[in-house]
């Protein structure tokens, strides 16, 4: 009956634990610290340096490893992001004289002069941001901010004893093909570092004491998500597998519910910081998953389209093509549109031009979404709508 004491399990709730638990650390964590602003870095690192003071914070030697290595990339992001989300954007206008000649005739104006410190400012704004440039490049070799993070790396940083590689890529490998978590298939696609995940699972397992491991990544091979793709609970496999090795508790939170579990009184402007980041962390695994998913599920919906000459088939394949509101990107799913497009059935025989479809595409998508349907894009499916409504006759 032991084997099924597992099974049974109810692990103790979050904040049974919170004082007295192990706290893990992810490598997103870590290099998250990059992206925060001053005031939650500080909240941050002073309530980790607290817990590893307490000899609580557990940062496994793959973390670190992992963290290295990602550092100067890190860095390489930042550079490139001045480049281009700011120096892409500046743009110097033609002079107000070349444009207006006759500018100087017109009395009591001083444009001239405002522009003349316009032109002065933008230029001293473009020098500020290339010096920027230069002292993120120093980072790589003296980096404040992994100068304040490096007491508790080094204080918190574990290794598993007597740890043997092929033994463990032996087990990594009979693991990734039963799809046991945390290698269910989430890091298949990696050349390098595709047992990473299971190396820290290892790590943890080492560990005699109830675990809080804190990351930013909701992938499947550890979490279980809702329809939303938000938090629910840590796989039960990984639950039942600690509790079957050291008859305790093993849990996952986010950065942001860990932060705010060990401050209840934490500004909210700091959680807004960390929660943006958070966000911007899930945006890219979203993209990383459309990357690599979505060219062929597009192309296999295509076919299937192309072969189904009905009308409802020719607004699937436009909805497709143009993904107005990105929802397509996530899912790959043939009838994700489906209800707009009966919208539009009912709609099209009675629009006269394609201005008037171009709002009415705005309007519906405004209804499903409660959000704005770029003009771009409302302008590109209402074209492609109305030449299917004149070819067709509808």
Same mark, same amino acid.
């Given at each position: 009956?032991?084997?099924?004491?597992?099974?049974?399990?109810?692990?103790?709730?979050?904040?049974?634990?919170?004082?007295?638990?192990?706290?893990?650390?992810?490598?997103?964590?870590? #290099?998250?610290?990059?992206?925060?602003?001053?005031?939650?870095? @500080?909240?941050?690192?002073?309530?980790?340096?607290?817990? %590893?003071?307490?000899?609580?914070? @557990?940062?496994? !030697?793959?973390?670190? &490893?992992?963290?290295?290595?990602?550092?100067?990339?890190?860095?390489?992001? *930042?550079?490139? +992001?001045?480049?281009?989300?700011?120096?892409?954007?500046?743009?110097?206008?033609?002079?107000?004289?070349?444009?207006?000649?006759?500018?100087?005739?017109?009395?009591?104006?001083?444009?001239?002069?405002?522009?003349?410190?316009?032109?002065?400012?933008?230029?001293?704004?473009?020098?500020?941001?290339?010096?920027?440039?230069?002292?993120?490049?120093?980072?790589?070799?003296?980096?404040?901010?992994?100068?304040?993070?490096?007491?508790?790396?080094?204080? $918190?940083?574990?290794?598993?004893?007597?740890?043997?590689? =092929?033994?463990?890529?032996?087990?990594?490998?009979?693991?990734?093909?039963?799809?046991?978590?945390?290698?269910?298939?989430?890091? %298949? $696609?990696?050349?390098?570092?595709?047992?990473?995940?299971?190396?820290?699972?290892?790590?943890?397992? !080492?560990?005699?004491?109830?675990?809080?491991?804190?990351?930013?990544?909701?992938?499947?091979?550890?979490?279980?998500?809702?329809?939303?793709?938000?938090?629910?609970?840590?796989?039960? &496999?990984?639950?039942?597998?600690?509790?079957?090795?050291?008859?305790?508790?093993?849990?996952?939170?986010?950065?942001?519910?860990?932060?705010?579990?060990?401050?209840?009184?934490?500004?909210?402007?700091?959680?807004?910081?960390?929660?943006? +980041?958070?966000?911007?962390?899930?945006?890219?695994? &979203?993209?990383?998953?459309?990357?690599?998913? #979505?060219?062929?599920?597009?192309?296999?919906?295509?076919? *299937?389209?192309?072969?189904?000459?009905?009308?409802?088939?020719?607004?699937?394949?436009?909805?497709?093509?143009?993904?107005?509101?990105?929802?397509?990107?996530?899912? $790959?799913?043939?009838?994700?549109?489906?209800?707009?497009? &009966?919208?539009?059935?009912?709609?099209?025989?009675?629009?006269?031009?394609?201005?008037?479809?171009?709002?009415?595409?705005?309007?519906?998508?405004?209804?499903?979404?409660?959000?704005?349907?770029?003009? =771009?894009?409302?302008?590109?499916?209402?074209?492609?709508?109305?030449?299917?409504? +004149? =070819?067709?006759?509808?």
């Amino acid at each position: 009956m032991d084997k099924l004491q597992k099974y049974f399990f109810e692990p103790k709730k979050v904040d049974e634990i919170l004082e007295n638990a192990t706290i893990v650390l992810d490598t997103n964590i870590l #290099l998250a610290a990059y992206q925060w602003k001053n005031a939650s870095f @500080k909240e941050v690192t002073d309530i980790l340096n607290k817990i %590893s003071i307490e000899d609580r914070l @557990k940062i496994p !030697s793959h973390v670190i &490893e992992e963290f290295v290595d990602q550092r100067p990339k890190r860095i390489i992001e *930042m550079i490139e +992001n001045i480049d281009k989300k700011i120096f892409s954007k500046l743009q110097k206008p033609e002079n107000l004289i070349s444009v207006i000649p006759a500018l100087e005739s017109i009395q009591e104006n001083n444009e001239l002069e405002i522009e003349k410190e316009y032109h002065e400012v933008y230029k001293k704004y473009r020098k500020s941001l290339q010096n920027l440039k230069d002292k993120l490049k120093l980072f790589v070799n003296t980096d404040p901010i992994l100068k304040e993070l490096k007491g508790f790396l080094e204080n $918190g940083y574990f290794e598993i004893e007597q740890f043997n590689e =092929t033994n463990f890529t032996k087990r990594a490998k009979e693991r990734a093909i039963k799809q046991i978590p945390p290698l269910t298939g989430g890091d %298949s $696609g990696k050349k390098l570092n595709k047992y990473g995940d299971y190396k820290i699972w290892e790590h943890i397992l !080492s560990l005699e004491n109830d675990v809080i491991f804190v990351t930013a990544d909701l992938k499947e091979d550890w979490v279980i998500v809702d329809h939303q793709n938000k938090f629910i609970s840590a796989r039960r &496999e990984l639950v039942e597998e600690f509790y079957d090795k050291n008859r305790k508790t093993f849990t996952i939170m986010t950065l942001t519910d860990f932060i705010e579990a060990v401050d209840p009184n934490i500004e909210g402007e700091i959680i807004d910081d960390i929660k943006i +980041n958070f966000d911007r962390n899930m945006n890219q695994k &979203e993209m990383e998953f459309l990357v690599k998913n #979505l060219k062929d599920i597009k192309s296999q919906n295509l076919i *299937m389209f192309e072969t189904d000459k009905s009308i409802k088939g020719h607004l699937r394949r436009i909805m497709c093509l143009n993904d107005p509101v990105g929802l397509y990107s996530l899912t $790959g799913a043939i009838d994700e549109y489906d209800s707009e497009i &009966e919208t539009l059935l009912d709609l099209l025989p009675r629009i006269s031009n394609v201005v008037q479809l171009e709002e009415e595409i705005k309007s519906i998508f405004l209804l499903s979404t409660m959000d704005n349907l770029p003009s =771009t894009k409302a302008r590109q499916v209402s074209s492609e709508l109305w030449d299917l409504k +004149n =070819t067709l006759d509808l």
